[in-house]
């Protein structure tokens, strides 16, 4: 298994506190992903970057920054989180942009009340 | 990337081969075949991929019928442990895809003892 750990993988906030996720990798690979997964929705991209301090949007990156200072860590911030944003997020990771495979962590849920 | 079709669900003796199918009409020439899978509270696993040819590796078998309009995912032996939602997934080979998989609803497939 694709060495990639999450965490908190799980926390309960309160609405305006700031949250930050981080996503840590054993392999090396220049890109890493955030997600979210919420029932109906499938997996949405919320960001991405393709390597040390190069991030840019996806799909649903309002309410989100992300920060990559190194090759294994890539944070994702909530600045002031809100109850739309409970969810379970997934970091992912890939040794190449295009195809390929994407190998994805355990997931963090998190609850905001 | 074009848009897949699954059935919603389907149901498998454990021992036997499961075929899960998947529509993707409106596939371009330059876009992959993907499979992966989520196990219940996990992260998404990748199984396959393919952009014309038959592909196999020690999980599954990938067949592309030959306009690519239509693919099937082969588990030969199901287990119980195959339990989970199946999802097939067109996206592009190039760098414009940046881990960008658009996650339908899947096949949730239950092997039954």
């Known amino acids: 298994d694709a060495g990639i750990t999450q965490s908190p993988r799980h926390k309960v906030t309160e609405t305006g506190t700031p949250v930050t996720l981080r996503c840590h990798q054993t392999?090396?690979?220049?890109?890493m992903y955030w997600y979210r997964q919420d029932p109906g929705h499938g997996l949405r991209l919320i960001h991405y970057?393709?390597?040390?301090?190069?991030?840019d949007k996806g799909e649903v990156s309002d309410g989100y920054s992300v920060s990559r200072s190194k090759t294994e860590d890539f944070l994702l911030t909530l600045e002031s989180a809100t109850s739309s944003q409970t969810s379970v997020y997934f970091c992912a990771i890939s040794e190449f942009p295009g195809a390929g495979e994407l190998f994805f962590g355990e997931g963090s849920r998190l609850t905001v009340l | 990337d074009a848009k897949t079709t699954q059935p919603p669900s389907m149901d498998c003796a454990e021992g036997r081969a499961a075929n899960l199918p998947c529509n993707h009409s409106t596939i371009s020439g330059n876009e992959y075949v993907y499979w992966y899978r989520q196990i219940h509270s996990q992260g998404p696993q990748y199984i396959i991929h393919?952009?014309?040819n038959n592909e196999t590796n020690e999980m599954a078998s990938l067949i592309i019928t030959e306009d690519r309009k239509s693919s099937t995912l082969i588990l030969p032996h199901a287990t119980l442990r195959d339990t989970a939602v199946y999802y097939c997934?067109?996206?592009?080979?190039?760098?414009?895809?940046?881990?960008?998989?658009?996650f339908g609803a899947g096949t949730q497939v239950v092997v039954t003892p």
């Open positions: 997934i067109v996206r592009g080979g190039t760098t414009d895809s940046w881990g960008k998989l658009q």
């Open positions: 970057s393709y390597g040390v301090k190069d991030t």
């Open positions: 393919g952009l014309k």
């Open positions: 392999e090396n690979h220049r890109y």
